[in-house]
């Protein structure tokens, strides 16, 4: 049986609260285990932290809408900046943007929950990475999401154990999600204007209602697990490793196309600015530095 509206809401939430909370002490235990070459690097700055910001929504008096959430950053020695946001949301879309939401044409009204992270490691032999699942209810409810790899210096180690991870998340739900999602990833976050991929992909999915809420919750969980799994442990591989500058300042262009896609092209970009999110934590994604050539 279908849990009632509200549990399942309370659900959603509560699980990306809680795996905002896994990642966070994940990403800072790997802060504390940098040794080597890049300790030595980094020798005067102290193994991470997250920081929370918490924001609220404007219109919080439940006629126009509300929520808010908590805007998660970290600058340390293996990660040169990382954000992890959770937000729940609730109001209506503008006349306009209620066309382009399932359900919402004609009742505009919406209740959105999810959590989002960026990494952008210091090393450019560590891959920066996104995740992203969420939970939206307008007069329909779906769950959206998944992970991408974007490396700066590809590994193909590195590039199958996520990919495969993905697969492991995917086939233990449905034996059609893998290629149905990894291709709408690879279609997804690809730049048309300079007809390039952003990164090696992943997952992608969205609007997934197949008619069972838990299987589909269930799911949704398991994209989260998978990614705290592979990819701290490829982080380890390459934290302690020594780069180059010539390395340093490709990851710095490479960053560049990252902000070009998230800036031009991605959807919970748009979506957070449309429905009145905090600017910070919808621009949180950017890198700390980019270059264009």
């Known amino acids: 049986m ?3 509206l509200e549990d399942r809401k309370e659900r959603a939430s509560a699980w990306f609260g809680e795996l905002r909370d896994l990642i966070c002490a994940r990403f800072e235990a790997l802060e504390d285990a940098l040794d080597g070459v890049n300790a030595e690097r980094f020798a005067g700055t ?6 929370g910001t918490s924001w609220t929504r404007p219109g919080g008096d439940g006629q126009e809408g509300g929520g808010g959430g908590v805007m998660s950053v970290m600058r340390g020695r293996v990660f040169e900046k990382v954000g992890v946001n ?3 949301v609730f109001g209506a879309f503008s006349d306009e943007f209620r066309k382009q939401i399932p359900g919402a044409a004609d009742d505009g009204r919406f209740w959105a929950s999810g959590i989002s992270l960026v990494a952008h490691p ?11 699942t969420r939970h939206v209810v307008t007069t329909k409810g779906w769950f959206g999401g998944g992970a991408d790899l974007t490396p700066m210096v590809e590994d193909e180690t590195d590039t199958r154990d996520f990919h495969a991870a993905m697969k492991a ?3 233990a739900h449905d034996p059609d999600y893998h290629p149905r999602f990894k291709d709408w990833c690879d279609e997804y976050f690809y730049l048309p204007h300079r007809q390039e991929p952003r990164g090696i992909g992943g997952i992608f999915f969205d609007y997934l209602d197949s008619g069972d809420w838990r299987a589909d919750f269930a799911f ?3 994209v989260g697990r998978a990614f705290l799994d592979i990819y701290p442990k490829i982080v380890e591989r390459h934290m302690a490793e020594p780069w180059t500058e010539e390395q340093r300042r490709h990851q710095i262009v490479r ?3 990252y902000a070009e896609f998230n800036l031009l092209y991605d959807r919970g970009t748009q979506f957070g600015l449309k429905t009145e999110g905090n600017v910070e934590a919808i621009l949180m994604s950017l ?6 050539p």
């Open 2 to 4: 279908t849990p009632p």
């Open 46 to 51: 102290e193994p991470g932290r997250f920081e």
């Open 86 to 88: 959770v937000s729940t």
């Open 122 to 132: 210091q090393s450019p032999l560590v891959p920066a990475v996104h995740v992203n």
């Open 169 to 171: 998340a995917c086939d």
């Open 220 to 222: 949704t969980q398991d």
């Open 255 to 257: 960053r560049g196309r």
């Open 287 to 292: 890198p700390p530095l980019a270059a264009w």
